[in-house]
C-alpha cells in the first residue's frame, strides 16, 4: 500500500500536506512541515510586503472546528519565496508550494513575475478566497474578475500555477466558476478555502468570539466537511482531466482523507485539525488512510480516486 500521489506531472511521496495559513507562516513552522510525513508544504499566503494582520483575538478554536479572521498576517514576500529557494538546495527530493494572496491584481502580478523570474522550480497557489481583509471582497465569487486575473497571469506566467477558491453552494456556479477556470492551463484548484463570514457567539457573556469584522470570520474544521466534499465532487466533474484538484475542508481522520480523494482528490491539504495537533498529525493520518486501504484491498490511491459511486 503506498499513499503516494502526482499532481501536475509532480511525484510526492505522501498524498497528505498543510493547508496555507496553518502552522506554516515561519521558517521555523515551514521546516516543522518538512520534518514531518507531509508529502509537500505550502507556504502561508503571501503579500508583497510584510502584514501584521487583524486585532486580536482573531482565531478561536470550537467543538467542531475553528474560526478565524486573521487578516492576512505575513512575513512578506521574499522571507517564503527565500525559504522555498533554500528548501530547493538542502532538500531537493521534495517540490514545495508558495501560496500567494495580493490584495489588488497588481501585487499578485508583481508576485508572479518575481516568481517567474526566480530559480522556484515548485508550484504556486493563488490564493483567490481569503475572507478577512476588511474591505476587500473575495475574488474568487466574483466572476468576472476571476476571468480578468487569470487572463492577465497566463499573459506571462509558465510556471505551475493553481487557485485556491472559496466554496460555491449552488449546482450553476459551479458550471459558471468551471466554465472560465476550464479556459486556463491551471496545474491544479484547490478547494475549499473556510466558509467565509461565519459567526460564533460566548452565549455566557452573550459576546462574540473573536475582534475583527464584529466577530465575522472563516469557518473552518468538522463543521465544513459536507460543503468541501461536495465542491471537491463537483468540481472533479466539470474540470478539465487535465486540471488536477486539491481536497481541502474538515479533515480529522484517515477516513476523511479517503473521502476527499473518493470524490475526485490527487492532494488532500489539512488545516484546523494541523493546527489543533501539530505536523505529527501526519503519522497518525498516514497510518489511518494506509490501514482503510489494506482493508479495501487498494494498492495506491489511484485505485480509487474519484470512483466515488452514486445510488
Ligand atoms: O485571514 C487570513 O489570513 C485567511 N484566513 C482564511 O481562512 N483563509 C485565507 O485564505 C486567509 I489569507
Redesign the pocket.
Known sequence: TTLKTTLAGYKFDNCMMNA??IRCATVTDLAGLRDSRAGSLVTK?ATPQPRD?NPEPRMRGLQYGCI??????NHGFDYYLNFLLEEQKSHPQQTNFMSI?GTTLEDDLSMLKQIQESAFAGLTEL?L????VPGKPQVGYDFDAVERYLTAVFAFFKKPLGV?LPPYFDLMHFDQITAILNQYPLAFVNSI??VGNGLMIDPESETVLIKPKGGFG?I?GAYIKPTALANVRALAQRLNPGIAIIGTGGVQNGMDIFEHILCGASMVQVGTQLGFEGPKIFNRLSQELTRIMAAKGYDSIADFRGKLKTL
Not at 478565524?68 to 498576517?73: A, E, I, R
Request: aromatic share 0%; net charge positive.
Open positions: 496555507a495559513g499566503s494582520g478565524n479572521s486573521m487578516g492576512l498576517p494572496a490564493n478566497s481569503c475572507p478577512n485556491k478555502n473556510s472563516g473552518g
